[in-house]
């Protein structure tokens, strides 16, 4: 049975899992659906055609499925689909997608949202992620699995991020991070490789001194950018790692975030 606060408003329609707590003045839209064991501390409000996995903890203030800000949107019903297992914090709001952008915003499995953080319209967000506080990402961003972002750190719209990233705090993200980067500054800038969520992953030694020695080529060695990223291309067979990185790459439309120093 779930357990409902009679100050709660569920709309008609609304689906509640099974062994889900609703906490004091929440408001559950009619076209939400809540799986098993979640648990809405209070004051948490659920709208547009949005979808919880199981497990996920909110707490109060969290705004989730809200009208994208977007000036195309014209109320639509469009979408919210957040995965199993995560954490969202006070004040976080993430807001369904546009007809334009694909009509659906996604959020993976076992994020953490830290307080204030935010995730826009027709973004889509990967598994284990943590948000810091205030961690914001415009419309249409891509968010790999593992990825950090630091708090007060925003994140241009259509952006790309890939997996097991670690963005530092107070950061401007503007341009495309490959996988497994660290950038910092107030204009992000990459600064490296994510070794300690490489290991944490379980990146042996040689591995790490393999793709470290492709990181420094690629970024650091002769020549331009564009003749290093070509000559690199035939490095994507010594690690998968590498192989992912140069596809990333390969598939960029907008600007890769580079080192303050690459040419």
Do not use: W
Not at 32 to 48: F, Q, S
Not at 80 to 99: D, P
Not at 153 to 164: E, K, L
Request: overall charge neutral.
């Amino acid at each position: 049975m779930s357990k409902i606060d009679p100050t709660a408003r569920i709309a008609d329609g609304a689906v509640i899992g099974e062994g889900t707590e609703i906490g004091p003045y929440c408001i559950i839209g009619p076209n939400v659906v809540i799986g098993a064991n979640c648990k809405l501390i209070g004051h948490v409000h659920i709208t547009a055609q949005t979808t919880i996995g199981d497990d996920c903890t909110l707490y109060p203030f969290a705004s989730l499925g809200t009208p994208p800000q977007s000036l195309s949107y014209r109320g639509e019903l469009t979408k919210l689909q957040i995965g199993s297992g995560c954490t969202i914090r006070e004040s976080v709001t993430m807001n369904a997608g546009t007809v334009a952008g694909g009509g659906i915003t996604t959020v993976g499995d076992r994020g953490y949202f830290m307080n204030c953080s935010h995730v826009g319209h027709d973004c889509h967000v990967g598994n284990d992620v943590i948000f810091a506080t205030s961690a914001t990402l415009g419309g249409h961003c891509e968010i790999g699995d593992f990825v950090f972002i630091g708090g007060l750190s925003a994140v241009h719209q259509f952006t790309r991020i890939g997996p097991q990233v670690m963005v530092g705090g107070v950061c401007g993200v503007r341009d495309d991070i490959i996988p497994f980067g660290l950038v910092n500054g107030q204009y992000a800038a990459l600064e490296g490789l994510n070794l300690i969520g490489m290991k944490r992953r379980k990146f042996t030694k040689q591995r790490l001194a393999t793709v470290r020695a492709f990181y420094q080529k690629l970024f650091h060695g002769p020549g331009t950018f564009a003749e290093r990223l070509e000559a690199s291309r035939a490095l994507a067979g010594e690690d998968p790692a590498i192989a992912e990185i140069l596809d990333f790459i390969g598939k960029g439309k907008r600007p890769l975030c580079l080192p303050a120093i690459t040419k």
